[in-house]
């Protein structure tokens, strides 16, 4: 608490540079990062609720979630081609 106090008294704050806007709380990066990281806190809390209420086995979990990741890839690649298909020359 005393470091702190300092740090406000002194004025020492005045020597830090700001953050750069890339890391800002608003900023896309930091947008997408918040975006992943409850994008995996609602897989752990599927794969819970998979092996704890359905009583699925862990494998089977994550059978669940590997089938769902390459079908989720095979739609987007649909979606993908249908939207760039004549644009993009791959």
Same mark, same amino acid.
């Given at each position: 608490? $005393? $470091?702190? /106090?300092?740090? /406000?008294? @002194? =004025?020492?704050?005045?020597?830090?540079?700001?953050?750069?806007?890339?890391?800002?709380?608003?900023?896309?990066?930091?947008?997408?990062?918040?975006?992943?990281?409850?994008?995996?806190?609602? /897989?752990? &809390?599927? &794969?819970?609720? %998979?092996? =704890?209420?359905?009583? /699925?086995? +862990?494998?089977?979990?994550?059978?669940?979630?590997? %089938? $769902?990741?390459?079908?989720?890839?095979?739609?987007?690649? %649909? +979606?993908?081609?249908? +939207?760039?298909? $004549? =644009?993009? @020359?791959?």
């Amino acid at each position: 608490k $005393a $470091a702190f /106090i300092n740090f /406000i008294s @002194d =004025e020492e704050w005045k020597s830090i540079e700001p953050v750069s806007s890339w890391f800002g709380p608003s900023s896309f990066l930091m947008s997408s990062m918040s975006a992943l990281f409850k994008l995996s806190m609602w /897989i752990r &809390h599927g &794969h819970g609720y %998979l092996t =704890e209420n359905l009583g /699925i086995p +862990v494998w089977g979990s994550y059978a669940v979630f590997g %089938l $769902a990741t390459l079908f989720l890839g095979m739609v987007l690649g %649909l +979606v993908s081609e249908e +939207v760039l298909g $004549a =644009e993009c @020359d791959f």
